[in-house]
């Protein structure tokens, strides 16, 4: 197996981050730096990055509720709330599939599964990701086509996202809409609502893919099962071969 691959496989990080861990010289296989991306790994050998060791474990993934006021990641220097805080003990070293912002509730999964990770991020795939955003004015069709063929932001214009207009209130002058996008770039959501002129206030991330929230109250979390998420790498697949 390509070392990538392997290190993906062992949960340790994607397959890109793992090409990136290799270019910074701190890849190790059987004591030597490896230095070629194509190096392949086979049973017996030892594999360390930045000299811990890396062992392939059971690959396992939980679906999180994740409240307001907790950050997406496996740890935090500044000792704040994360996802990890919120899950029951998990021996195996999982971390969140993509990011959802400290202020962004709902969805979130984590896995030691680093393939797994990448078909899910991966905005070719076209997994759908869906969020209701409630936003300071009112929404109607006229400043939100723009969203139907991509707005730029950060120097870039976002793939055809879909929208649906929950509901307008004149009076507080707010709307409620949910987006349906298929990519995750940094505060994608906030942003293209901004392009169009609307200040999101309130957001929440309600599916991935095949997967919604039903029975998980904020801070409740669960694990998948076989079916669900080869459900989800269906949905990937079935989306990379059209
Ligand atoms: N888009 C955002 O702006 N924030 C999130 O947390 C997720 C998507």
Redesign the pocket.
């Known amino acids: 197996m390509r070392i990538n691959k392997y290190i993906a496989h062992a949960g340790v990080a994607s397959r890109r981050k793992a090409e990136e861990l290799i270019k910074q010289g701190l890849v190790t296989l059987n004591g030597q730096t490896v230095t070629e991306l194509a190096t392949t790994v086979k049973s017996g050998d030892v594999v360390e990055i930045d000299g811990q060791p890396i062992y392939n474990e059971e690959k396992v993934y939980y679906l999180l509720n994740k409240p307001r006021g907790v950050i997406s990641s496996v740890s935090d220097d500044k000792g704040r709330k994360t996802v990890i805080d919120l899950l029951p003990q998990v021996k195996e070293r999982i971390y969140p599939v993509g ?3 400290w202020d ?1 509730s709902g969805l979130l999964i984590l896995t030691n599964d680093g393939d797994f990770t990448d078909k899910m991020i991966h905005p070719r795939n076209e997994i759908d990701k869906v ?1 209701v955003a409630r936003v300071e004015g009112i929404a109607d069709k006229n400043n939100l086509r723009p969203l139907t063929r991509g707005v730029r932001i950060d120097g870039k214009v976002t793939k055809p996202a879909r929208y649906h207009i929950i509901k307008t209130d004149r009076q507080k002058n707010r709307s409620v809409v949910e987006l349906t996008i298929h990519e ?1 770039r940094n ?5 293209m609502f901004e392009a169009v002129g609307l200040k ?1 206030d309130k ?1 929440s ?1 309600t599916r991935f893919g095949t997967l919604d929230l039903s029975g998980l109250h904020p801070g409740e979390s669960r694990r998948l099962n076989k079916k669900e998420v080869s459900q989800l790498y269906n949905a990937a697949v079935n989306q990379t071969s059209r």
Do not use: P
Not at 187 to 191: C, D, F, Y
């Open positions: 990011r959802l912002d962004t969020y995750g505060h994608q959501v906030k942003k999101v957001l991330r």
